[in-house]
């Protein structure tokens, strides 16, 4: 079955570190790919999205892009922020299905 | 955004009990909800997709009898744990979509402790 390995955590920045959370995945078809973000005491929200392969998903600074001969979406961001700090899921769906498979999630620590 | 709410937050059962949790999408409806349970220090596994006015669709593994979904409109699904553990204390997660949206909204999770 589909599957979503995440590169474990927890882990601890500096802010304006750089930052990279790997991900890959295992799929039968072409996923669509996501990272949520689950902010302390907040569920999880989706933070960007790619849907092909190639396909750059950003926001707030992150970016992930969707690497089919890797099967790979990892997270970056150039410059961390204390803000930022917070649980970060890679996930796919299969194409068609709104279901989502999840990595295990990284805790990612951002010190002032 | 659409805003899906889950209630309660947290619940401390005893042991042979029943437990509701409640997952309501607020200003949108979703004829497909689902549910996902997170042990600690590890990933939301799907549980069961909940589908409005027919059966829920449980995944391998997961027992019928023990977590029953009821999705009897279509902005509210239920989860009830019968006869509760403490091997099912885990935090539990409903999520929706829009309807033909690819992007899932998420309740803040249920904190299940049985004891």
């Known amino acids: 079955g589909d599957s979503v390995t995440q590169m474990e955590g927890p882990v601890t920045l500096s802010e304006e570190a750089f930052l990279t959370i790997n991900c890959t995945y295992t799929?039968?078809?072409?996923?669509?790919l996501f990272w949520y973000v689950q902010y302390p005491g907040e569920g999880l929200q989706l933070l960007l999205k790619a849907t092909k392969a190639d396909d750059k998903g950003s926001n707030k600074g992150f970016e992930a892009t969707y690497r089919k001969e890797t099967t790979s979406f990892h997270l970056e961001k150039g410059s961390v922020q204390v803000s930022d700090s917070a649980v970060y899921f890679c996930?796919?769906?299969?194409?068609?299905?709104?279901?989502?498979?999840f990595g295990q999630g990284t805790r990612l620590t951002i010190n002032p | 955004g659409a805003v899906v709410s889950q209630h309660p937050s947290w619940v401390i059962c005893k042991s042979g009990t029943s437990v509701k949790i409640e997952c309501r999408s607020l200003d949108f409806q979703a004829t497909t909800m689902f549910w996902y349970r997170q042990f600690p220090k590890q990933s939301l596994m799907l549980m069961a997709t909940s589908n409005e006015g027919s059966k829920a669709t449980y995944e391998q593994g997961v027992e019928k009898d023990k977590f029953l979904i009821n999705h009897a409109s279509l902005t509210l699904s239920t989860l009830t744990v019968t006869s509760a553990h403490p091997e099912d204390s885990s935090f539990y997660i409903c999520?929706?979509?829009?309807?033909?949206?690819?992007?899932?909204?998420f309740g803040q999770g249920t904190r299940l402790t049985v004891v």
């Open positions: 999520s929706a979509n829009l309807p033909g949206g690819l992007e899932a909204f």
């Open positions: 996930a796919l769906s299969d194409r068609g299905a709104q279901k989502l498979v």
């Open positions: 799929a039968t078809g072409y996923p669509s």
